[in-house]
């Protein structure tokens, strides 16, 4: 998310999910230090993940687990009726009730 284009691109979006009042962010804080982060947005009752990260020192900790439980818990309490974790990683697995196959084409007109 740091490195071009990435950070171009979430700038953008958190700014547009910020405006229209559907960014889901929650930040994990240790001493005054950010530990953790989590974001996505609302399309309706429909939440999509983007991305979570923590530093290394709390993964001992189950940061990224506590992380996506307060987002699921807060989630539940505004109605939400779905979590798109997007494309299919290990990591989100035990998170999963089901997934999906999806696949990305190109179209290039001749």
Not at 22 to 32: E, G, L, T
Not at 51 to 68: V, Y
């Amino acid at each position: 998310m740091t490195v071009q284009p990435s950070r171009d691109f979430y700038d953008c979006m958190l700014r547009r999910l910020a405006v229209s009042e559907s960014a889901r962010v929650i930040f994990a804080r240790h001493d005054n230090k950010d530990i953790g982060f989590i974001f996505g947005g609302m399309a309706g009752k429909i939440y999509r993940g983007q991305q979570f990260s923590f530093t290394e020192q709390w993964k001992p900790f189950s940061i990224g687990n506590l992380l996506q439980l307060e987002q699921i818990t807060w989630l539940c309490s505004e109605g939400a009726t779905r979590y798109d974790m997007g494309p299919m990683m290990e990591y989100k697995r035990h998170w999963s009730e089901s997934t999906m196959h999806i696949e990305t084409l190109i179209l290039i007109p001749k």
